[in-house]
Nanobody, 118 residues
């Protein structure tokens, strides 16, 4: 089992920045992929970015490229999502997820709210 706890959400004005953290505990594996998803009110949950736990390869959804950065600190078992140049449409609950590479995401956090005011 892997437990994921997100933090760092909050209220920010458009153009501002936030850094989200996802602390992983329990059993973690070097072949895991860590990802961030988000869900806005009344919308489906959507993929944001992912990173290989071993190697650090990253992938971003087009609408966040150049604005968001995913990173990991292996020593702290923590994944980060730096959110820059935030827009009101980035308002959502952001979720951290983990799973073996190529097999989807088995573990999810409870989410952290990000609200961007115009």
């Amino acid at each position: 089992q892997v437990q994921l706890v997100e933090s760092g959400g909050g209220l920010v004005q458009a153009g501002g920045s936030l850094r989200l953290s996802c602390a992983a505990s329990g059993r973690t594996y070097s072949n895991y992929v860590m990802a961030w998803f988000r869900q806005a009110p009344g919308k489906e949950r959507e993929f944001v970015a992912k990173i290989d736990w071993n190697g650090g390869n990253t992938y971003y959804e087009d609408y966040v490229k150049g604005r968001f950065t995913i990173s990991r600190d292996s020593a702290r078992n923590t994944v980060y999502l730096q959110l820059n140049s935030l827009k009101p449409e980035d308002t959502a609950v952001y979720y951290c997820a983990a799973g073996p590479r190529g097999y989807g995401y088995d573990f999810w956090g409870q989410g952290t709210q990000v609200t961007v005011s115009s």
